[in-house]
Nanobody, 118 residues
């Protein structure tokens, strides 16, 4: 069963912006906090942004001030607005639901490729 469908990634120049979307399984979206992750070439997957059901957010230091996570309860969708993109942001981006310990609880989707290059 598909639980997360990510979209919105593409090739963008440094300094550009993108908005990623993730449509989540309704049961997971309504019950859990949500997170965006990324996996850069040759690196482990890392969490970059989280958003609690109550609305509080957290970001990894490398994206603070540039990325914004949000969620639309009506659409079971979580977004990642990415501004001032840098080459080091190049990665496949994934979303997932997370438990109270911050651990992903769903099956990983296909992700969406973001490439930042001139």
């Amino acid at each position: 069963q598909v639980q997360f469908v990510e979209s919105g990634g593409e090739l963008v120049q440094p300094g550009g912006s993108l908005r990623l979307s993730c449509v989540a399984h309704r049961a997971l979206f309504s019950r859990y906090d949500m997170a965006w992750y990324r996996r850069a070439p040759g690196k482990n997957r890392e969490s970059v942004a989280t958003m609690a059901t109550g609305g509080s957010t957290n970001y990894v230091d490398s994206v603070k001030g540039r990325f914004t996570i949000s969620r639309d309860k009506e659409k079971n969708t979580v977004y990642l607005q990415m501004n001032d993109l840098k080459p080091e942001d190049t990665a496949v981006y994934y979303c997932n639901a997370i438990d109270w310990r911050g651990r992903p609880v769903g099956s990983w989707g296909q992700g969406t490729q973001v490439t930042v290059s001139s």
